[in-house]
């Protein structure tokens, strides 16, 4: 438990220094905490209540197959990493350290939006990269390419955050919901209600995606995956709100407003629909993708009043004891206790 307490003890670290003006050295102990990061959740060994069905089911698949047969597999990008490994003899940690780097790199380029990209590290500790990288591999490595995709499509590159978004969708396939979030480029052409009449039926394949995986999680681990999904939808309908609260304080761009708003207005129907709907596993899956409002609304929160640390000092307690809480009550947690590495 140790390491995980470190561990959001040195983001919380990095959060603070923010407030004063020590650039190359912060920038400096940043870096090296996102390769920690990479390496902490991609070399980790028998961690995650997820780790034997990768371990032990997924991955010896990929010992005896051609590489065509990869793509008769569910997810043919995570497959193709599989296999490589398999090839060349590696172990499951190679695996699990190209999806941590992709995972790290999304979060990382799409923080730099923010006040400070370890405010955002602040955020993610505790359920992004903890819980959520170390036992949702192919959803986490798919997040990570979404975020990479809204970065682009920020910049108004929209051919690299397409191909992102196909890429996600080879990890995992419910990334076809972020398809739509894609017109925000296209909102001003002729061909915005054709093109938006195309992308639903990939949102509603996503849909119809996370359902069944949400069958799936139900049928082989209990309430494993409903389990404390009510405080994690709460959080994101929570960080919702904040975010059109403080939206105006914010410096944006108009279609990076667009993104933020549909991502902050999504966060807060899924919590609503789950009060009324009783399935909260399907909205804890899709949850898991939108708790990126957190990072949108949080991360700016601590900076908001800056230079008087008034945010950092409400976000980071609130974060530490829900990253206690978890380590010390949560039934699952037992499988990240103790944290252990493979070489």
Known sequence: MTIYLLTFMFASFLSFLDFFDYKKTIHFLTVSFLFFLILMIGLRYEVGADWYPYADI????YRNI???????FSDPGYGLLNYIAQKFNFTIAFVNTICASIFIAGLYKFSKNFSSIN???????PYMIIVMSMNYTRQSTALGLVLL??????NRRIAISIFYIILASTFHKSALLFAP?????????KFFIY?????????VYALIELF????VDEYLGGDYGSSGSAIRLFINFVAGIIFFLIKPYFDIQRREEIIYNAIAFFSILIFLLSIFIPYTTFFDRIGLYFSIIQLISFSNLIYLLRPKPIGFLIIMPAYFIILYYWL????????WIPYSFSL
């Not at 051609?66 to 008769?72: A, G, K, P, R, Y």
């Not at 405010?119 to 500790?125: E, T």
């Not at 979030?181 to 052409?189: A, G």
């Not at 010390?328 to 499988?335: D, P």
């Open 119 to 125: 405010g955002a590290l602040l955020i993610a500790v």
């Open 195 to 203: 093109l938006s009449f195309l992308s639903m039926p990939l949102f």
């Open 149 to 154: 995709s809204f970065s682009f499509l920020i």
């Open 66 to 72: 051609s590489f065509l047969e990869i793509f008769q």
């Open 328 to 335: 010390t009550n949560s039934v699952y947690a037992q499988s």
């Open 212 to 215: 069944f995986l949400a069958l």
């Open 58 to 61: 997924i991955f010896p698949n």
């Open 181 to 189: 979030f894609l017109l925000v480029h296209f909102r001003q052409s």
